[in-house]
């Protein structure tokens, strides 16, 4: 059974502490914490840099050589299922190109 995940126990209302007890206290946390965080970014970018180009999903998928509801689920913030090759093909018909930097993890 999993564990299952509880508030401080100090009684404490303040949102920010509850939230570092619930996601931030440990490492693996926090990594995981970090992962959702860039991939809710990628596709709120995705979604700026279109209708800065003023394209419609529909439009772009057409770009992109796939359908109207794949842009809306790589845009959707509970999508999991993100592919670089897909994100290399919308930046493409952004007029953009991916680009993949490993940066060194603050301690």
Do not use: C, W
């Not at 209302?13 to 490492?27: C, E, G, M, Q, S």
């Amino acid at each position: 059974m999993p564990k299952r995940r509880t508030a401080p126990r100090k009684g404490t209302t303040d949102a920010v502490t509850i939230f570092h007890a619930l996601f931030v206290k440990t490492p693996r946390r926090r990594r995981l914490l970090e992962e959702e965080r860039q991939r809710v970014a990628l596709g709120d970018l995705i979604r700026e840099l279109r209708e800065v180009e003023h394209l419609t999903q529909a439009q772009l998928a057409r770009k992109v050589g796939t359908t109207q509801s794949a842009i809306a689920r790589i845009e959707d913030a509970n999508y999991t299922g993100q592919k670089l090759g897909t994100i290399a093909r919308i930046a493409a018909a952004l007029g953009r190109q991916v680009e993949v930097r490993l940066v060194k993890v603050k301690a």
